[in-house]
C-alpha cells in the first residue's frame, strides 16, 4: 500500500485507492470503448465498494477547452474527466436486483462523497491513463431531484497543496461517518420574492421583525431561546457550563414578507437574505472582503453566510463560503460537535466532516435555484446585488479528510446534460 495523501493510499496490485479511514475503496476496472462504452466516444470505468455496496462509476475521458481566468474568460485546451452519474446508475440497475430507476439518495451521497474526493488524487501511471486538467461531474441528486441536468467542475490538487499537509491525522472520530445508505434528499427549496412595500421609517424600531429595506434580519427572540448543560464530545455532561439555543419550534421571523429568502417546502430550512455591504459602512475593507450576508437555518444549526457576485443584472457567477460558524438548534447535540479541534489556532474554526457534507449540497442546491431580483437597497455598493445564479463557487472543502478554506469547486445548473465526445475541445465553464 503507498500512501498518497490524507486518508487515501493506493494498491498497485488491485489498481485501487483505500480510505485508511473509513474502509472505503475505489478501483479501476476497465477503459472502455466502442461497442463496450456506453456511448461514443472513450470510457473509464471505476468500481466503488465498502460493506457490501458495490457501485459502477462511469467516467468519459477527451480533449477539452476550458476558462483558466474567469474574469478574462480565457481558454486553455487540456484533457478532461467526467464522471457520468445519469449513466452509471443506468448500469447500477442493471446490475443490481432490485432494479431502481435510479439510486437513492442515501447511496449516490456516499458513491458522489468518495468519488469526488478519490478521484482528483488517483496517481500517475497507472492503466487510467492519462490525468485530467478538470475534473467534471455530470448529473445526480438536485434539490430532491434526480436529474441531468446539472455539472460540477473540480480542479486539479497542485503539488503546493500535497506538500503543505504532509501528515493526516485520523484519530478523529468524526472522520469515519458516511452518509446514511437510507437517508432521504433535503426538501425542495422554494424561492420567494415578496417583500412588499418599503415601510415608514421606524415602523421596525424595538420590534423582533425587520425588513429587506433596512437591510438587517433576526433569528427568534432572547425569550425564546433554551438554556442547555454543555455536553462533550463523549455526550457528557460539562458540570457548570451551559448555552443557549434556539429549539427546533422556534419561528424564524423578519423573513416571510420582508426579504428575499429561499425555503425549503418543509419549512424546516432557511436561506436568506440578510444585509449588503454599504458605501458607508465597508468602504474601509478590501474589495475580496466585500460581502453579502445571508441566514441560513436547518434543524439542525444556524448561521450566517457570506456570499459574493459583484454584479446585480440576471445572471451573474457567485461564491458563497461554507460554514464554518454557527449556533445549534438541537438540544441533543455535543458543545462544538459540528465543529474539529484546531491545535494550531483557536481563532480559525474548522467545520467537521458532517457538518460540511450535511450543509455543503443544500446551500449549492438553494443558491442552484436562487431565481434573482432587481431590487437593491439605496446604499449598497453600485456593483452589488442579488441577481440569479449563473455558476455557483463553493469556498472551503474537504480534500482526503483534510479543511482547505481556498478549496473551491463549481457548480451550474444546464439546459442539455453535457457529453465530451459531442463536440470535441468542448468549452467547460471554468
Same mark, same amino acid.
Given at each position: 500500500?503507498?500512501?498518497?495523501?490524507?486518508?487515501?493510499?493506493?494498491?498497485?496490485?488491485?489498481?485501487?485507492? *483505500? !480510505?485508511?479511514?473509513?474502509?472505503?475503496?475505489?478501483?479501476?476496472?476497465?477503459?472502455?470503448?466502442?461497442?463496450?462504452?456506453?456511448?461514443?466516444?472513450?470510457?473509464?470505468?471505476?468500481?466503488?465498494?465498502?460493506?457490501?455496496?458495490?457501485?459502477?462509476?462511469?467516467?468519459?475521458?477527451?480533449?477539452?477547452?476550458?476558462? @483558466?481566468?474567469?474574469? $478574462?474568460?480565457?481558454?486553455?485546451?487540456?484533457?478532461?474527466?467526467?464522471?457520468?452519474?445519469?449513466?452509471?446508475?443506468?448500469?447500477?440497475?442493471?446490475?443490481?436486483?432490485?432494479?431502481?430507476?435510479?439510486?437513492?439518495?442515501?447511496?449516490?451521497?456516499?458513491?458522489?462523497?468518495?468519488?469526488?474526493?478519490?478521484?482528483?488524487?488517483?496517481?500517475? *501511471?497507472?492503466?487510467?491513463?492519462?490525468?485530467?486538467?478538470?475534473?467534471?461531474?455530470?448529473?445526480?441528486?438536485? !434539490?430532491?431531484?434526480?436529474?441531468?441536468?446539472?455539472?460540477?467542475? @473540480?480542479?486539479?490538487?497542485?503539488?503546493?497543496? *500535497?506538500?503543505?499537509?504532509?501528515?493526516?491525522?485520523?484519530?478523529?472520530?468524526?472522520?469515519?461517518?458516511?452518509?446514511?445508505?437510507?437517508?432521504?434528499?433535503?426538501?425542495?427549496?422554494?424561492?420567494?420574492?415578496?417583500?412588499?412595500?418599503?415601510?415608514?421609517?421606524?415602523?421596525?424600531?424595538?420590534?423582533?421583525?425587520?425588513?429587506?429595506?433596512?437591510?438587517?434580519?433576526?433569528?427568534?427572540?432572547?425569550?425564546?431561546?433554551?438554556?442547555?448543560?454543555?455536553?462533550?464530545?463523549?455526550?457528557?455532561?460539562?458540570?457548570?457550563?451551559?448555552?443557549?439555543?434556539?429549539?427546533?419550534?422556534?419561528?424564524?421571523?423578519?423573513?416571510?414578507?420582508? $426579504?428575499?429568502?429561499?425555503?425549503?417546502?418543509?419549512?424546516?430550512?432557511?436561506?436568506?437574505?440578510?444585509?449588503?455591504?454599504?458605501?458607508?459602512?465597508?468602504?474601509?475593507?478590501?474589495?475580496?472582503?466585500?460581502?453579502?450576508?445571508?441566514?441560513? #437555518?436547518?434543524?439542525?444549526?444556524?448561521?450566517?453566510?457570506?456570499?459574493?457576485?459583484?454584479?446585480?443584472?440576471?445572471?451573474? !457567477?457567485?461564491?458563497?463560503?461554507?460554514?464554518?460558524? @454557527?449556533? $445549534?438548534?438541537?438540544?441533543?447535540?455535543?458543545?462544538?460537535?459540528? !465543529?474539529?479541534?484546531?491545535?494550531?489556532?483557536?481563532?480559525?474554526?474548522?467545520? #467537521?466532516?458532517?457538518?460540511?457534507?450535511?450543509?455543503?449540497?443544500?446551500?449549492?442546491?438553494?443558491?442552484?435555484?436562487?431565481?434573482?431580483?432587481?431590487?437593491?437597497?439605496?446604499?449598497?455598493?453600485?456593483?452589488?446585488?442579488?441577481?440569479?445564479?449563473?455558476?455557483?463557487?463553493?469556498?472551503?472543502?474537504?480534500?482526503?479528510?483534510?479543511?482547505?478554506?481556498?478549496?473551491?469547486?463549481? #457548480?451550474?445548473?444546464?439546459?442539455?446534460?453535457?457529453?465530451?465526445?459531442?463536440?470535441?475541445?468542448?468549452?467547460?465553464?471554468?
Amino acid at each position: 500500500m503507498i500512501d498518497i495523501f490524507g486518508w487515501w493510499a493506493f494498491d498497485p496490485d488491485t489498481i485501487a485507492l *483505500n !480510505n485508511k479511514v473509513t474502509g472505503e475503496r475505489v478501483r479501476f476496472v476497465a477503459r472502455m470503448t466502442g461497442e463496450f462504452a456506453p456511448a461514443e466516444g472513450e470510457w473509464l470505468q471505476f468500481q466503488y465498494e465498502h460493506d457490501g455496496l458495490s457501485y459502477p462509476v462511469l467516467v468519459e475521458v477527451a480533449e477539452i477547452e476550458y476558462f @483558466y481566468n474567469s474574469h $478574462t474568460r480565457d481558454t486553455k485546451r487540456g484533457f478532461g474527466w467526467q464522471l457520468d452519474h445519469i449513466r452509471s446508475a443506468e448500469l447500477w440497475e442493471k446490475e443490481q436486483p432490485s432494479h431502481n430507476l435510479n439510486p437513492t439518495y442515501g447511496v449516490w451521497r456516499r458513491v458522489d462523497d468518495c468519488l469526488t474526493d478519490a478521484l482528483r488524487f488517483w496517481p500517475k *501511471n497507472t492503466s487510467a491513463g492519462r490525468l485530467p486538467d478538470r475534473f467534471l461531474v455530470s448529473g445526480g441528486w438536485l !434539490n430532491r431531484t434526480w436529474s441531468a441536468f446539472w455539472e460540477r467542475v @473540480y480542479l486539479p490538487i497542485t503539488e503546493d497543496l *500535497n506538500r503543505s499537509f504532509a501528515e493526516f491525522d485520523d484519530t478523529n472520530p468524526q472522520k469515519k461517518w458516511l452518509f446514511p445508505l437510507d437517508e432521504r434528499s433535503h426538501a425542495e427549496w422554494i424561492f420567494h420574492n415578496d417583500i412588499g412595500e418599503k415601510p415608514e421609517a421606524g415602523k421596525y424600531e424595538g420590534t423582533l421583525h425587520s425588513s429587506f429595506w433596512i437591510n438587517f434580519l433576526s433569528f427568534g427572540d432572547s425569550q425564546s431561546r433554551q438554556r442547555i448543560l454543555i455536553k462533550d464530545k463523549h455526550g457528557e455532561i460539562i458540570p457548570g457550563e451551559f448555552t443557549y439555543i434556539y429549539p427546533l419550534g422556534t419561528s424564524i421571523s423578519g423573513i416571510h414578507g420582508e $426579504t428575499i429568502y429561499m425555503e425549503s417546502i418543509d419549512e424546516l430550512s432557511v436561506l436568506a437574505f440578510q444585509s449588503g455591504p454599504t458605501v458607508k459602512g465597508y468602504d474601509y475593507l478590501p474589495w475580496s472582503k466585500q460581502t453579502l450576508d445571508f441566514f441560513y #437555518a436547518d434543524k439542525d444549526i444556524t448561521a450566517t453566510l457570506h456570499a459574493q457576485n459583484h454584479r446585480w443584472k440576471s445572471p451573474s !457567477n457567485w461564491s458563497v463560503d461554507n460554514i464554518t460558524s @454557527y449556533e $445549534t438548534r438541537h438540544p441533543n447535540w455535543p458543545d462544538k460537535y459540528w !465543529n474539529e479541534p484546531n491545535e494550531k489556532s483557536r481563532i480559525i474554526r474548522i467545520p #467537521a466532516l458532517e457538518m460540511w457534507r450535511r450543509t455543503d449540497p443544500k446551500i449549492r442546491d438553494a443558491f442552484l435555484h436562487w431565481q434573482g431580483t432587481e431590487l437593491r437597497h439605496d446604499d449598497w455598493l453600485d456593483s452589488y446585488g442579488l441577481p440569479e445564479v449563473s455558476w455557483l463557487a463553493m469556498e472551503g472543502n474537504f480534500l482526503a479528510g483534510i479543511w482547505f478554506k481556498e478549496s473551491s469547486y463549481y #457548480a451550474r445548473r444546464t439546459e442539455q446534460p453535457t457529453l465530451l465526445s459531442k463536440n470535441n475541445y468542448v468549452i467547460v465553464f471554468i
